[in-house]
């Protein structure tokens, strides 16, 4: 990758390939969070500029504790700033409010997350019922967990479900409303390399059918190169970008 | 260097302190009103124990017409006899200067050095009667503070016809009056009754009683027989009008003391103790299910290599000091509300001091109930975890076996998914719920039973005042009197309606048992005193036979039809078989009734009357105080207006009292349980309410999934206590029921509805303050936890 690049997102200048700034539906200037324990701040984000793309799919590279969760959960309404901006769209990110950002996730944003977060007293099919109750644009849970390959699973129980199952779930869960945005924190943190597999090509097919922006946080190289771009976080920092000029089907992937 | 667990029991015991006070409140509130009870009662006995001893009060009383003072040798002479005071008691109308109002007197005849050996009176301001001084008084303690009457005051007193004047010289307190109640009244009214105590050959002479007696107070020798003594003592009498000796148990005072300490008593062993455990109860079901959200931490130190031991130790200490907490202040609350239950008896019981006691067994036996239950609950729940491996116990309890619902099955659900939850839930764990359930079912029937002392008094007063003496005043003569004597009270100013009353006291005998009291004679079509039966409908005057108080057939264990032996204790002592031809349901006393003119064929007289019941018009009030004022036969006038006020202000104030601290104390605990359930709910949902939250439900749809099951606990709970609340009172009156009262067990609709809302409050106060929390609920946090 040439350094050129890195340098045109840390200055905030339109990133080179995939991402028209034109079609930024995320825009992030300056964005800072920072924790203070005592006498000493932490920095868990600082003065970061990113533009995401309507459709585009992201991976977020990057060791443990360098901002990648603090950075998705901003996205996603879920987390507030220090300071800096962030949008998408027309929703201001930071500085809105507790109803806002709820209608925000409501409307647009689909999250999965290493730890599924199922309701245990919900079968499947209700999991994903319980987006579809409240979203506007929805499709049938049924549909949903068709996209995932779990059409045979409707009426069982997460204690009922193996580990990529239930994923699987979440997924169907994460997709069911048609979001806009598609938010995934290491969603092949707690599976083997098989299950992880069949969840990231879900993640796929779902990204590609709906066109919907996703953004997946992982610890696995391999998996970035099912992206549109790698970013690469350091310290708070995007330390580096990649731009893949093919997406490679999650299929196709080993580790 | 303080152990992590220590550290760790500091940080739980903050983290958690709105659990810890709440719970510390629901087993505070036990321990207050068990404590607070429980002292005032034994303040209560102690201090009539004690006085009782220190003033030496009698245990035998006698009154006669007019006996020779020369008959003391013969009564002291009885066996068993230790010592007899001779007097003369008379009942006289009282007039205070410059007020309109006539007072009843009882005056008491003193000894010529001015000092009863028996029955000693203890005086509270002033100094005692100069032997001799025909013109000073004591008066008693509760008329005095009343009628503002002080050392040099003057009160007159109608003394058979002539006005006699007294200054009074001191206040003092007696053991016969320390509850003082006029003669026929249910209450003290301090105001209209007072004692006085004068020279007691001025006032023999005044009732030309010179070297006679008319009361006797006798003291029994160590180990006499209270029953001999009278038999003898009702023989030697008898030729001189003697009416039937009585000992303690019928003597006024005592009788209402008694009856009021053993209420109290039953007050203080029956309620208190149904708070406490109640209270431990809900508290062991609490502290069971905290205990069990921690299971994962204790893993977590089993894993570490903790024993269950020491793991026991930290949650014991976590125990201990909430319920610690709770104990010390449930003690204080206690003793504050004992205090002030004790301040509110004083005007009631004229002790010459009313002190706290608190028995020591009453703070250690609450304290022990609480840390019992705490305890239990702390082995049984850690007993829960410690039989699961630590692997086991590291994971979240499995899920129990989640239902499907056929109504709700595939996808033309009815039920969104979210509701699901709340059913699946509920149905999957039914016994989760029942703690809160029960929690609020038995708070609710411990406000009714709070309230319902006052529904009772409004009661009495509705039934006693209204249906039963439907008349505005009664004048008692000073001696039964012919029934001119009636008319001439119909003719006094602004009298419209004028009805005899005539009470005869009598002893009524069967095989097996006999009881004294008074047969009341009754016009055949009286209006203003009626006979009510238990629906309170009027139950006519029959021309033969007797009617009873329901308690006094049930006592004599007599049935309509039955005939029993009638002594009237007066004049010629008539001795008559009377059959019983009705029931009547007294609320106060036991008394017989008969028709007037079947008592006056007994009597074999034309009919006479010891009272008059009259209908005033209330414009002709004052007039009609004058003219009782000037009448010399009368001996006292009872205002109805007056006895109904003095008894709403007296026993309303005392009830008011410790109903408001019973209440206060039952919301507390319903508050408590309600609110740590929620807040463990909360805690156990934490995860799946955040997820919610992330997938974009609004904090108020959220809210409304975790109190959802609250409410319904709730709704349930509120109308199985109110269902409760109904049988409690019908067993607690049956514990309250005393020889002189029976407690109707009605409670007013208003009161059902106060606890209902009462309790409903303390729930939705608890989802309110949970609420909060709820609206700070870590969405990022719970997505850094597993599963
Ligand atoms: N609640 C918090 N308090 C203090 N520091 C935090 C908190 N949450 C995150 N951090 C810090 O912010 C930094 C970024 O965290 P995170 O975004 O979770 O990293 P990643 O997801 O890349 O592992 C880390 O250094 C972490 O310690
Ligand atoms: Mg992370």
Redo the contacts with the bound molecule.
Sequence with gaps: MPPASDLSISTGVAPAGAAMPSDAVFTVRGLTKS?R?GETE?F?LRDLDLDIARGEFVVLL?P????????LNILGGLDSATSGDAHWRDHRLVGASQAELTRYRREHVGFVFQFYNLIPSLTARENVQLVTDIAVTAMAPEEALAMVGLSERLDHFPAQLSGGEQQRVAIARAIAKQPDVLLCDEPTGALDAPTGVTVLSAIETVSRRLGTTTIV?THNSVIAAMADRVLH?AG?RIARVEVNPARRPATELQW | MVSALVTKLGRDLWAMRGQTLTIALVIASGIAVFVASLSAYHSLVASQADYYVVSRFADVFASSRRAPLALGERIRAIEGVAEADLRVVEDAVIELPGDPLPRTGRLIGLPPDGRPTLNRLHLLSGRAVEPGARDEALVSAGFAEANRIRPGAIVRARLSGRLAAYTVVGVAVSPEYVYAAAPGDPLPDDRRFGVLWVDGESLATAYDMDGAFDDVAIALAPGASARAVMDELDRLLARYGGLVSYDRSRQTSHQFLSDEIVQQGTMATTIPPIFLLVAAFLLNGVIGRLIGTQREQIAVLKALGYGDREITRHYVGFVVAVVGLGIGLGLGLGLLFGELMMASYRPFFRFPSLDYTLRPWVPLVAASIALGAGLAATAGALRAVFRLEPAAAMRPPAPPAYRHFLFAHGSNARVSAAWMMVLREASARPFRSALTLFGVAVSVPLVVMSLFWGDAIDLMIDVQFAAVERGDAVVTFVEPAPTRAVRAVARLPGVLLAEPLRAEPAVLRTDRDDYRTAVVGLPAESTLRRLLDADLRPVAVPAEGLVLSSRLAERLHLRVGDAVEVEILRDRRPVERVTVTGLVDDLIGLSAYMSETALARMMRDSGRAGAVSVRLDPRAEGAFQAGVLASPRIASLGIKSLAVENFRRSTGAVVTMVASVFALFAVSIAFGVVYNNVRIALQEKSRELATLRIIGFTRLEVARLLFASSAIELAVGIPLGLVLGYHWVRILVLAFETEMFRIPPIVAPASYLWSALAVAAAGFVSMAIVGRRLARLDMIGVLKERD
Excluded: E, R, V
């Excluded at chain 1, 443990?64 to 603090?70: L, N, V």
């Design positions: 924790y324990m932490i868990a990057g443990s504790g360098s901002g990648k969760s603090t950075l946080i976080l708070g």
